[in-house]
């Protein structure tokens, strides 16, 4: 009896943890089916498994009582809300028992009928007002067709508050016919060509094609999942054609610069160097930029101690992240054959290259060009321009150069040595530095800078072509004497090159075991 009751009740209506599925199918005959099979055996099927799981014996038990069951196993179609053991446990302690007792017949009967509707309504035929708004943007977007056709869909779907949270008179701007387009981009945005339920979802951060075109962006961390600024508060309302997540936010497609970024896969690592810099918030904003933006395979080829320790190092960081970017927008068109020298935001200047082989800036190739944003365009590039490798970052990332790194920024000497050129310095370690401790307490800024430029060559000279004999340093009227003594080169009689040649992109690093003091001081 209890069997069959289930088969009869249960088959059109298990609606238990399923009340907010749309278009449910669960209750078609499975294609798959031998055709001799009668529907009363599939039928018994889903019965048998509903009931071998324990959540409806006490409901059994209560229509039994109530002499129900024989009403539900006849004629008619029936749809019931089904209340589980853990439901009926929660009840106040005493009135489940009561209730099962022969003189309050009549009360179960009419609690149990509260429960029962006496017609097939499956959860598709439930209107659900949260969704208003979107429906009625659906509609004027003429989309509704589109999501009820073929296909597998996932919609990140707005409810009618996350609409009313929007700007005042964005949405009724958005409901013009004028802005059809624009509307039908923004609501394909919230929707993938493809099932992807809750799940699915990897921890962290992923991405995942939106019909629009654009990446959706999407955050699992603890638990909680977000798509931009939107929060998932319901997950996997399973439809006939897809499944719905309901959002409390509406997203829109990536426009600026820094939006561009994150939702680029490819530009992950960037984006967290523009996080710790604290530059999203500049490639958000209103003025017109130009980014030549390294991947990360472009990342990955450097060296990844070294770029460890420019993430670590902020205002480092972010000298070379600026060195990336120029004010206004220029496109792969507006860019000249031949060699142009262009400002960086950081100060520096970089050469833009434009020939047969294409595009480049500095030692880097664009490998994608004029990806367009509200506030400007992005140059994908395959290589981190040149200042990744400068004679002030190798001092920078190199632990045994942090005093000359430390003086150099201090005399606002590091942008010389970042910049686009070819030196040779002859760099002191921070031994050589604290032999001198006491005379440079007495020196000035300008004089600590003097001492700088008395060790730096303005052309590349690499080991091989030093003589014996004077040159010119950056130190106006101050010579080095450089001896060659079978290989050795020292300079000055009191300092000697410990390691030579550490090449740098745009110079020559000698590592020098005293600092030199120029005659001048």
Known sequence: MKLELLRRVFIGALFVG??????????????????????????LSIAETAAADGRFGTLVAALEQAELVDVFAGEGTFTVFAPTDDAFAALPEGLLETLL???????????????????????????????????????????????????????????????????????????????????????????????????DIAEGRTWAASLQG??????????????????????????????IHVLDAVITPPATIAEKAVANPDFSTLVTALEKADLVDALNGDDALTVFAPTNDAFAALDQEQLAAVLDNVPLLTQILTSHVVAGTILSTDIAAGATAVETLSGAQALVVNDSAGVHIGN????????LASNGVIHALEDVIVVMNTIALVANTNPNFSRLAGALEATELTQTLNSVGAFT?????????????????????????????????????RSNEIATGSVDSLLAGQQLDLVVDNGAVSINENANVVTADVETSNGVIHVIDSVLVPSSL
């Open 425 to 461: 310095v002859f760099a002191p370690v921070d031994a050589a530095f604290e032999e001198i401790d006491a005379t440079i307490a007495t020196l000035s800024t300008e004089q600590v800078r003097d001492v700088l430029l008395y060790h730096v060559l303005g052309q590349p000279v």
């Open 214 to 243: 654009d990446n959706i962006v999407i955050d699992l961390a603890d638990g909680a999942v977000k798509l931009w600024n939107a929060n998932v508060i319901i997950t996997d309302i399973e439809c006939s054609n897809g499944v």
């Open 101 to 199: 007792q022969d003189e309050n017949k009549a009360l179960l009967q009419d609690i149990l009928k509260y429960h029962v509707l006496g017609s097939v309504v499956r959860a598709g035929d439930i209107a659900d007002g949260r969704f208003e708004t979107l429906v009625a943007a659906l509609q004027q977007a003429e989309l509704v067709d589109v999501f009820a056709g073929e296909g597998t869909f996932t919609v990140f779907a707005p409810t009618d508050d996350a609409f009313a949270a929007l700007p005042e008179g964005l949405l009724e701007t958005l409901l013009q016919d004028e802005n059809k387009a624009v509307l039908q981009d923004i609501l394909k945005y919230h929707v993938l060509g493809s099932v992807v339920r809750a799940g």
């Open 364 to 371: 880097a190739t664009v490998a994608q060009a004029d990806v």
């Open 18 to 43: 399923g009340l907010a599925a749309c278009g449910d199918s669960s209750n078609e005959p499975d294609a798959t089916t031998d055709d001799n099979t009668n529907t009363d055996t599939q039928a």
